[in-house]
């Protein structure tokens, strides 16, 4: 693999600052969640978008498949939802004068799918994105069906203590490569809200790209250079989130898992593109750390007692495992 020079990060830069410039105009005053949101674009991955209703998570994702030109299916989730309902069915029809099922596509078959309000399905309908999530395929009555690429699932959920909610499978929540947290806005964005919006109206955007150059951009992450050093720095972050291998782990009942690890690095790569660095760095693991660790990592009961929370934990960690090393390459060979 050749690694990617500086002239081609340097062009992507200019497309990604593009689009974070126009979904700041979709939603104002999250600029951090919106960088955020395209790393984990940009790294392949899934996202997990927590918070109150109408704070403008749904709007988010819409204005991104906007400027990326991409096909976008919406599921409202709701508890008679069925598996069946987002995979597609089989359905008897006449083919050649006989009788045959034939596969009919559900709303996965598209390039990004808006799971909106994801907890509020059964968890048997939510493990029936499990398959799609990982492997980009779904197989009914025996029958594997490829998913178009690329493909995201971009979900957003309610917090667990609002009522017709339901937590999801841990296996699943490994499935996403961020869980990010939309909080509420300060009094100057309400304002801002309030004088350049009304209620009902979406914002509109024009596309930045199109299936092409989006595709390349997705194929450069991958040739940023990970020094042997940052790849060390995530192993021993991932380490240290297990019982018994830091102090900060003290209040973990089990820690992340090596998708944690590939997913840090995946997004500290994205990172380090978003920035127009040829190779990703230490604080680009840090910047991504709590995005791909707090839904990752199971709280021992005592610690839920005394109050402390994931961001918590990751904080402590961050501050316990420290660098080794000088992440800067002398030069970069083709590996």
């Not at 988010?60 to 096909?71: H, I, Y």
């Not at 299936?211 to 192993?235: F, G, H, K, Q, S």
Request: glycine share 6%; charged share 25%; no cysteine.
């Amino acid at each position: 693999m050749e690694y990617a020079s500086e002239t081609e990060v340097s062009t992507a830069g200019k497309h990604v600052r593009s689009l974070s410039a126009a979904l700041n105009q979709v939603l104002f005053g999250q600029e951090e969640l919106i960088d955020l949101v395209l790393t984990g674009v940009l790294a392949r991955g899934h996202i997990l978008l927590e918070g109150l209703p109408g704070l403008g998570k749904t709007e988010l994702v819409k204005g991104l498949s906007k400027l990326l030109r991409l096909d976008t299916k919406r599921v409202q989730f709701t508890p008679d939802l069925l598996p069946g309902d987002i995979t597609g069915n089989p359905v008897l029809q006449e083919v050649d004068g006989r009788r045959a099922f034939i596969f009919q596509p559900g709303p996965l078959f598209t390039n990004i799918v808006l799971a909106d309000e994801i907890n509020r399905a059964s968890p048997k309908t939510q493990s029936a994105l499990l398959e799609a999530m990982q492997e980009r395929r779904v197989t009914v009555l025996g029958e594997t069906h490829e998913l178009p690429r690329p493909f995201f699932v971009l979900a957003t959920q309610n917090p667990i203590e609002l009522e017709g909610t339901y937590p999801l499978p841990e296996a699943q929540l490994d499935r996403f490569l961020f869980k990010l947290e939309v909080t509420r806005n300060r009094v100057e964005t309400l304002e801002r809200i309030v004088t350049q919006r009304e209620l009902g109206s979406e914002p509109k955007v024009d596309p930045i790209m199109d299936a092409t150059t989006l595709d390349e951009v997705l194929n450069l992450v991958r040739r940023i250079y990970l020094p042997d050093v940052v790849a060390n720095y995530i192993a021993r972050l991932v380490d240290g989130t297990h019982p018994g291998q830091s102090s900060a782990a003290r209040g973990i009942r089990f820690g992340a898992s090596p998708r944690a690890a590939l997913s840090l690095a995946s997004a500290a790569k994205a990172r380090a593109l978003m920035n127009e660095r040829t190779h990703a760095s230490f604080e680009d693991v840090r910047f991504v750390a709590p995005s791909v660790l707090r839904h990752r990592i199971v709280l021992e009961y005592n610690a839920r007692v005394e109050g402390l929370t994931h961001n918590d934990l990751i904080r402590s960690l961050l501050e316990e495992i420290p660098f080794q090393g000088n992440p800067t390459p002398k030069t970069l060979k083709p590996a």
